[in-house]
C-alpha cells in the first residue's frame, strides 16, 4: 500500500472563535470516513508509538472489522460545531464505543433475578491540544453517556445494528485519576493489580526446545477460547446469582453486574495483540494463556501484550491477564496454588519472549490474593490511582455505587 500522509494541522484559532462548551451551537455526532482518520492521526502519538503512523491507521482500521466491533459494534462520536459542513469542521472532541453483552442479577422474592443485556465501553475520549481547556470533553461525555441509554436498542438507537435488551450501564477506563469522569457520572470502582516480573525459564525443569511439553499447565490457543468461553459464561451466570442470594441472606439488596468475558471480547483483545505483533516482531504469539487440571477441575487464565514501547524500550509493554476462571470452587487452596504457579510461570515466560515489562492482573478477588501469597512467586501489588481506572454509569435506579461489579478484569477494557 502506499504511504499515508498525515493531514494538515489547520491554524489554531484564535481565543474569540472558540465557541464556549455549553453553546447550543455545539452537537454530538458520528464523523465521516475521513473525520474518523483525522482523530486516529491525532491519536497515533499518544497510543500508538509502537508502530508507523499508517500502520496505526491500518490497525484501527482493521478493529472496525473484528467480530466484536463490525455490524455497528462500534460507533465512533465526535462533538463538532452544528452549522459547519462535514470534513469542514472541528473536532472539538472526539471518541469510541464498542456493544458488549452483560449480565446484571438483582435480588428477587426466590433469590437472584437474572437480566441479560448490553452495556458500551467507552474508549480513545481525546481532545485536540488547541481544544483542550475549555471544557468540550466534559460537554462530549455528558452527552455520550445520555445517548448511549438507549443506543443501538430496538425501537429506541440509531446505530447500525439494533439489539434486544436494554443497555444497563456504561463502562470506561480512566487514564487521568478518578475524579473528572465522576463529575459526569462515572463512578469509580476498584482499580488495582499483581504485577509479577518477566523470568527467562520461568517454568522450571524444561529446555527451551522443549516448548511447554512436561509442563504443569498447558499452553492455550486460539482454538481451545470457543470452549472455555462457553463455560466461564456458565460459570459467571452462576457465581452471580449466588453472590446475590448470599447479599439476601444478610439482608441486603445489592445488585451485581458482570460484563460477559466472551469469545468476541476476547478476539478484540487477541486480534489486536497479533496486528502489532506481526508488525513489530514479524510474528504473532501462539500462546494465548495457559490451562491446568482437567475438564471439571481446570484453572486457565487466558491474557494479551500492549506494545507503547515497541522493540527499543520494553518499559510500557505488558502481558496483560484478561481473566482468571476457577471452574471448581470447592478444590483445594493447595490444588488450586500449584495450577495458579504454573499458569503465571507460562505468563512470566511468555513475557521475557515478548519482549514485556511484566504481567499484570488485574484485581484478583480475595481467594485469588491468598493463592498469590501461597504461591511463593515474586509480585507486586499495585493500587491504581491515575490510570486505567475502572469508571460505571448505571442506567437504572440509583447510582453505580450500589452496585458489586463482579469480574472487574482487564478483558472489559478497551
Not at 446505530?159 to 478518578?178: N, P, R, T
Not at 495450577?339 to 499484570?360: H, K, L, M, P
Request: with cysteine.
Amino acid at each position: 500500500m502506499g504511504s499515508t500522509t498525515p493531514p494538515s494541522a489547520t491554524p489554531a484559532p484564535s481565543a474569540d472563535q472558540f465557541p464556549p462548551a455549553n453553546s447550543p451551537s455545539l452537537i454530538l455526532t458520528r464523523p465521516t470516513n475521513a473525520e474518523r482518520r483525522q482523530t486516529w492521526s491525532l491519536t497515533h502519538p499518544m497510543w500508538g508509538p509502537a508502530l508507523s503512523h499508517d500502520d496505526y491507521l491500518q490497525r484501527e482500521a482493521y478493529l472496525t472489522t473484528v467480530p466484536l466491533a463490525k455490524d455497528g459494534g462500534v460507533t465512533h462520536w465526535i462533538l463538532t460545531e452544528a452549522s459547519q459542513p462535514p470534513d469542514g469542521r472541528p473536532i472539538l472532541s472526539s471518541c469510541e464505543t464498542l456493544r458488549k453483552r452483560v449480565l446484571c442479577v438483582r435480588p428477587g422474592a426466590n433469590g437472584g433475578v437474572v437480566e441479560e443485556g448490553l452495556a458500551h465501553a467507552i474508549g480513545s475520549v481525546f481532545t485536540d491540544p488547541k481544544f483542550r481547556g475549555r471544557g468540550y470533553a466534559s460537554r462530549m461525555m455528558r452527552e455520550v453517556g445520555s445517548s448511549l441509554r438507549g443506543w443501538q436498542v430496538k425501537g429506541k438507537g440509531e446505530g447500525d445494528a439494533e439489539e434486544e435488551g436494554g443497555v444497563l450501564f456504561s463502562v470506561l477506563y480512566s487514564d487521568i485519576g478518578k475524579t473528572f469522569y465522576a463529575k459526569t457520572g462515572w463512578v469509580p470502582f476498584e482499580s488495582s493489580h499483581a504485577a509479577f516480573p518477566p523470568v527467562p525459564g520461568a517454568v522450571s525443569g524444561l529446555e527451551p526446545q522443549d516448548g511447554y511439553r512436561g509442563a504443569l499447565a498447558r499452553p492455550i490457543g486460539y482454538h481451545e477460547l470457543a470452549e472455555l468461553c462457553n463455560v466461564d459464561e456458565r460459570l459467571l451466570r452462576a457465581a452471580l446469582v449466588k453472590r446475590v442470594e448470599e447479599y439476601q441472606k444478610q439482608g441486603k439488596t445489592t445488585t451485581c453486574v458482570a460484563l460477559l468475558p466472551d469469545l468476541d471480547v476476547l478476539l478484540w483483545h487477541m486480534m489486536r495483540e497479533d496486528f502489532v505483533t506481526k508488525h513489530i516482531f514479524g510474528r504473532t504469539p501462539a500462546v494465548k494463556g495457559a490451562v491446568y487440571g482437567e475438564p471439571g477441575r481446570r484453572v486457565w487464565a487466558v491474557w494479551t501484550r500492549g506494545y507503547y514501547g515497541g522493540l527499543e524500550q520494553i518499559k510500557g509493554n505488558t502481558l496483560h491477564v484478561l481473566r482468571v476462571v476457577v471452574e471448581d470452587e470447592e478444590q483445594l487452596d493447595e490444588y488450586l496454588t500449584e495450577g495458579f504457579r504454573a499458569i503465571v510461570q507460562i505468563a512470566q515466560a511468555e513475557a521475557t519472549e515478548w519482549r514485556s515489562q511484566d504481567v499484570q492482573m488485574w484485581n484478583p478477588t480475595p481467594r485469588l490474593r491468598s493463592i498469590i501469597e501461597k504461591s511463593g512467586l515474586e509480585y507486586e501489588h499495585v493500587d491504581r490511582d491515575n490510570d486505567s481506572i475502572a469508571s460505571l454509569m448505571w442506567y437504572g435506579e440509583g447510582d453505580a455505587s450500589g452496585l458489586d461489579w463482579v469480574a472487574n478484569e482487564k478483558y472489559g477494557w478497551c
